[in-house]
């Protein structure tokens, strides 16, 4: 397919060559130009025997039957020359104005049947760039309801109340009470923002109007502030209603003041858009969700009292939310009796409510894959290592010696989070590759931390460089294998330093500030002395030093659980928590025989 500029530049070249080939036409079926004062001195001659006259243009032949073509300046006296010339003479009228429209118009239509040919769209797009039609999605298979948003109560609890609005408008308006119109929701992606909005109209029964922020950013200038008025009129139309723009920062942005000339289209369109907002009458009842996950980026016009002046923060769900969330969308297939979501949920930190219908659909395939009647655990399971870290490689060529030193590596892990205090709980250790991995230690932590400390976060760092150590105790070995884990390490030794306030030579300062809020982009706050960026360095070498130190020495001490540990693996690829349960409360037990 092609878009509509590489179209608008085929009909243009099209059209070009098009009036080329009819002037080479018209060139070689026109008979040789004479000058008129040429053509004067050849009818005194007596050469012209016949002459044909359309308007201005002449053409004839000569007394050798040669035809010569000529442009008469002044066509008045030119008749009673010729006739003194005895030159038979034939006549057209010059074209009138109405074959000159039919012609133009013949012109249009043929350009117009190109575009259609070309891009498959309606040929009254050409002349109409603006009209696009905003169509309501009311049918019922598409409802949502609150129903159908999890784990987000206050959000919707909060949102009730438009609900309530757009039912008993009427009321409302008689009483004259202060009427909301705008509601912004924000917050990270997959949240369920746009799920929300849609529960509102489907719980008011009225049309919903989706729009993305995106779809006014037009290439001709002045379009977006028009769509945005068609938008508006559509829905007053349609009162009581609802308008959802998603992503709106990409209209809602900051204004320049208009000294930026690619800014100015979006501009004109966020002004139509302010004025659209101000200008309803009491008797409309049209509501205006926007959502983004960029709030710091807005104009803040935006925001004013009868604008977004409700803003809703969505946030990532928390362990309980995930379940309810969960449970949502497990209502659609069979799940096996067995199925325990407070398990699954705490195995998927960090999802968002996109990421867990994903992950429900994925587990649904896996189970339809093996023919089975119900989704179960393992399906679960299979499907978030799956979304997590890519397939399994199972059959990939790995040599031995590769295995042996992973089975350390993640042992090493492994048995650091088991033999450490305050660690979040193993749950799996494996040695099958996957995506680019070859091997991974997961851990769960039992709830949602919302807060760490200094302990937690040490033992964190001990646990990641676990692996590298094992490896150099064993092979006495240094490998690439261990750089992720390394980065993350020395990621929380930083944060620790710079941003936690726990380093007792920094002190409880902050050296660096989370700028984006919902980005997780972090940047310095300001310029550092290049004396405190030597000292936070020094600090974090001092942390993870001593960490690898105190690993090192706990790993030494127990040498022979890291062998087994590592045997085991090695045999059954795959460790779960109550088997590793089940090696340790061996090694103990022959320990003491
Ligand atoms: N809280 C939730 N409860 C149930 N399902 C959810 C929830 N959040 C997200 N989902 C699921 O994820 C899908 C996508 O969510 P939605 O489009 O509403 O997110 P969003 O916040 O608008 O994301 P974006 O900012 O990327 O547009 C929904 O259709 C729904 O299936
Ligand atoms: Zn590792």
Redesign the pocket.
């Known amino acids: 397919m092609i878009n509509r500029v590489q179209a608008a530049l085929l009909l243009v070249c099209l059209t070009l060559l098009g009036l080329l080939s009819y002037n080479a036409w018209l060139l070689a079926t026109t008979p040789p130009e004479v000058t008129y004062s040429e053509f004067i001195a050849n009818l005194q001659k007596g050469k012209i025997t016949s002459v044909h006259l359309r308007g201005a243009e002449i053409t004839g032949e000569y007394d050798s039957g040669e035809p010569f073509s000529s442009y008469c300046p002044d066509p008045s006296g030119l008749v009673r020359q010729l006739l003194d010339n005895n030159v038979a003479i034939t006549a057209d009228a010059p074209p009138t104005l109405f074959a000159k429209i039919v012609h133009m118009m013949f012109a249009l239509f043929t350009m117009a049947a190109l575009w259609t040919l070309l891009t498959k769209r309606s040929p009254r797009e050409l002349f109409k760039v603006k009209e696009k039609g905003f169509q309501a999605t009311t049918s019922q298979a598409d409802r949502k309801t609150f129903g ?5 109560d206050e959000v919707a609890e909060e949102l009730r109340e438009i609900v309530d609005f757009l039912k008993h408008h009427e009321t409302y308006n008689l009483l004259g009470g202060h009427i909301p119109r705008g509601v912004l929701l924000q ?1 990270p ?8 909005a849609k529960a509102i109209a489907g719980e008011a029964s009225v049309p919903f109007y989706h729009i993305g922020g995106s779809d006014f950013v037009e290439m001709f200038a002045g379009v977006g502030a028009l769509r945005v008025r068609e938008l508006f009129s559509t829905a007053k139309k349609n009162s009581p209603c609802i308008v959802f723009i ?2 709106i920062d990409a209209i809602g942005g900051r204004r320049s003041g208009g000294q930026n000339g690619s800014h100015e289209e979006r501009e004109q369109t966020l002004n139509a858009l302010l004025v659209e907002m101000d200008g309803f009458a009491s008797n409309e009842t049209v509501i205006v969700i926007a ?1 983004t ?1 960029r709030p710091d980026i807005l104009d803040p016009a935006l925001l004013r009292p009868g604008r977004f002046d409700r803003q809703l923060t ?1 946030s990532l ?1 928390s362990l309980r939310g995930r379940v309810k ?1 969960l449970e ?2 497990t209502r659609q297939i069979t799940v096996s009796e067995t199925l325990n979501l407070t398990v699954i949920a705490q195995g998927i930190p960090g999802f ?3 990421d ?2 994903n992950l429900v659909n994925e587990a649904a395939l896996t189970a339809a894959r093996k023919k089975k009647q119900a989704v179960g655990m393992d399906d679960f399971e299979e499907a978030k290592d799956k979304i997590i870290m890519g397939l399994e490689r199972k059959n990939s060529a790995i040599n031995e010696q590769e295995r042996r030193i992973t089975a350390y590596h993640e042992s090493g892990h492994a048995l650091v989070a088991w033999l450490l205090p305050e660690t979040d709980s193993l749950h799996k250790i494996t040695i099958i590759p996957r995506g680019i991995a070859l091997g991974l230690t997961q851990q769960l932590p039992l709830e949602d931390r919302y807060t760490y400390s200094l302990k937690y976060l040490m033992n964190k760092i001990k646990v990641l460089l676990g692996g590298r150590i094992a490896e150099k105790l064993v092979f006495n070995h240094l490998s690439t294998g261990a750089a992720n884990d390394l980065g993350a390490a020395t990621d929380i030794a930083l944060r620790l330093v710079s941003e936690w306030g726990m380093s007792s030579i920094l002190g409880p300062a902050v050296y660096r500030r989370k700028q984006h809020q919902f980005l997780g982009d972090n940047s310095v706050t300001g310029p550092l002395s290049e004396a405190t960026c030597r000292e936070i360095e020094l600090e974090v070498r001092r942390i993870i030093n001593e960490c690898y130190a105190e690993t090192e020495e706990l790993l030494r001490s127990h040498n022979r659980l890291l062998h087994d540990l590592a045997e085991v693996l090695l045999i059954n690829e795959t460790i779960d928590a109550e088997e590793m349960e089940i090696i340790m409360e061996c090694r103990n037990r022959t320990e003491k025989e």
């Open positions: 159908d948003v999890a784990g987000i917050g992606p997959g949240t369920g923002k746009t799920l929300l998603d992503e959502a996950n969505v769900p969330i949502v969308h968002n409510g996109a867990i219908a």
